[in-house]
């Protein structure tokens, strides 16, 4: 696309120009007390640590960064109503810590003809000199997918509060042989050796799902190269890509831009209500990404989180050197229920990325930052747990808790044969859940239970011996979560890559209210669930440790804490920031 001088010269001041080095480290709290955004006791799934809004529908997590200091979180937001609609907006909070947020204005929301109906999802992407710049998808009248620039009016501001849209604006619109609404969500771009820009936008052509490169000198006039980075057959409309190296031999994170050998690069995609991974070979120039195993289609492709968690993104946090991953987890209940309640959708706790020494798949953690909530501590060490048993971890706000328990299995040998016929995870343990008894296992965590056991959320194991080795199963049953009818209880099951041979079994589980995010075998499988139980809410909420196999296992070590709630506060009145130079 051709543009005019006059037009460049514009964006690149925006872009390019030097603002003051602000050091936002100082915040103020005005009135802190009084602004924090209060729970109402009588919406017992709203979470007291899960990033929300006080009300209405949350989407995608969008454009996530470190800028200045501070953590920005832009999300899709429906600023009219509990359900998803029309008219979506660029929320955007900002965060010290990843944990408590000050909510600020909307970043983007629909105005111009590129984005009258909708501001859906993008990225941000840091240019040199420390420069953010917002590539997002507009929604024009025609219902068009079109691509749009956006840059921050006062780069020395470090909240970044205004958002002014490039003038020229669609920067890409649907190339030929593409349907216009199968053409959105561009990642962060990269920065090749050659000084080109490079991002992918999500899309399909009959059924065979794609992310298509565009590159850039200026950011501002893209051209599609020849080929997709990757497309496959049968997955369907990619939603949100995500495309990013990660250290071959370190849990560091690296930037979007590192292309060495020390690096594989990780393809995310978002299709069938999943975020599908691979790792593989990225090859600049001939702009080829090959991956190691490639998606089949089949319950073996590599997913963030076997359980909900979907149109996730991830960057790079250059201060801590980390990687970190947002993801969007939806409800499991009806839209009546999200309407009564005022809201639907919450945001992952973030986790932090990096390839495990395997090579074969990622581990996600929980953002370290995440332990400052940490509040009453109940500790179990060495205790047998006979087959048949059910021990209650006392003392902790059971209804917002995280658990982390390392299971030892002395009579391993015992463990069930494995039918070869077991071959789909989930299926295992929708057919056998918690009050199905084996040899070694099920045994895990009952969470959001009541004390006599009829409300519960089992989070559970089992072990199973093969010829040459063994299988850990890893579940999420949700079929007794609630006496509430007309929710999804789903259960949710995966393997966990572990030799339990030579590794203990562990598990923690981050429980808040109507949430349970489970990290198998130290994060290499995670499973996140949405639970409304009716009769364990609050106080009345449990937390179990058992054992429901024949055979005993021992917990190795137990830690749980209560959690304190995070601060949620609106800026204005509340919160500004001291700029000391
Ligand atoms: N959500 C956005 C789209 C994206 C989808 C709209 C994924 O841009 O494809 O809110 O959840």
């Avoid at 009084?34 to 009588?42: A, D, I, K, Q, Y």
């Avoid at 494995?418 to 969470?447: E, H, I, Y």
Wanted: charged share 20%.
């Amino acid at each position: 696309m051709e543009m005019p001088a006059i037009f460049l010269v514009g964006l690149f001041c925006v872009l390019f120009n030097d603002g003051t080095e602000v050091d936002a480290s100082q915040p103020e709290f005005q009135n802190f007390q009084s602004c924090n955004l209060m729970v109402n006791e009588s919406q017992p799934y709203r979470t007291s640590y899960h990033f929300q809004p006080p009300k209405n529908w949350l989407n995608d997590p969008n454009g996530p960064m470190l800028y200045k200091g501070l953590y920005h979180l832009f999300y899709q937001y429906n600023p009219n109503s509990a359900l998803f609609g029309d008219g979506m907006v660029w929320a955007h909070s900002v965060s010290y810590d990843l944990i408590n947020w000050v909510h600020l204005n909307h970043a983007l929301h629909p105005t111009e003809p590129f984005d009258i109906k909708s501001c859906w999802s993008g990225s941000v992407t840091i240019l040199p000199g420390n420069k953010p710049v917002i590539l997002y998808t507009g929604i024009d009248a025609n219902n068009t997918q079109v691509q749009n620039l956006a840059m921050p009016k006062n780069l020395s501001d470090p909240l970044l509060k205004e958002w002014i849209k490039f003038s020229q604006n669609p920067v890409i619109t649907p190339p030929i042989g593409i349907e216009g609404d199968h053409f959105r969500d561009p990642t962060t771009a990269w920065l090749g050796a050659d000084g080109k820009w490079n991002v992918i936008i999500g899309s399909s052509i009959n059924d065979q799902g794609m992310a298509i490169l565009y590159q850039s000198d200026d950011f501002v006039n893209w051209s599609r190269y020849q080929d997709p980075l990757y497309s496959k057959e049968k997955t369907g409309m990619w939603e949100c890509p995500d495309f990013f190296p990660v250290s071959v031999n370190s849990t560091n994170g690296v930037d979007t831009s590192v292309i060495n050998p020390g690096v594989k690069h990780v393809m995310k995609a978002s299709f069938n209500s999943h975020d599908y991974y691979m790792i593989g070979t990225y090859v600049p120039g001939m702009e080829k990404y090959i991956p190691d195993t490639d998606f089949t289609g089949s319950n073996t492709d590599l997913r963030y989180d076997y359980g909900k968690f979907y149109a996730s993104k991830t960057f790079f946090d250059s201060v801590k050197d980390r990687r970190i991953l947002w993801g969007w987890i939806n409800e499991s209940d009806s839209a009546e229920d999200d309407i009564n309640k005022g809201w639907s959708g919450l945001q992952s706790i973030p986790r932090q990325v990096w390839l495990d020494r395997s090579g074969s798949q990622l581990v996600l953690w929980p953002v370290e930052e995440i332990n400052k909530l940490h509040d009453k501590q109940v500790s179990i060490q060495h205790k047998k747990l006979d087959g048949g048993s059910v021990l209650e971890i006392p003392d902790i706000t059971a209804s917002q808790a995280d658990v982390e328990v390392l299971f030892e299995l002395p009579e391993l040998e015992e463990a069930e044969l494995l039918n070869s016929t077991w071959v789909d995870p989930q299926k295992m343990c929708t057919d056998a859940n918690a009050a199905v008894r084996g040899r070694l296992g099920p045994f895990g965590l009952l969470a959001l239970a009541t004390e006599d056991l009829t409300e519960q959320t089992a989070i559970f194991f089992r072990i199973f011996r093969g010829h040459n080795a063994y299988t850990v199963l890893m579940c999420s049953d949700q079929s007794r979560s609630s006496l509430k009818e007309k929710v999804d209880k789903t259960t949710y099951g995966a393997f966990v890559n572990i030799d339990p041979q030579h590794e203990k079994i562990s598990l923690r589980s981050l429980i808040d209210h109507s949430i349970i995010e489970s990290f198998g075998g130290e994060g290499r499988t995670c499973i996140s669930s949405r639970v409304y139980p009716q009769l364990a809410v609050h106080k009345e909420a449990h937390l179990y440790v058992f054992n429901n196999g024949t055979q005993s296992i021992t917990i190795s070590k137990l830690n749980a804490w209560g959690m304190s709630k995070a601060q949620f506060i609106y800026e204005e009145n509340c919160f500004s920031y001291k700029a000391s130079q």
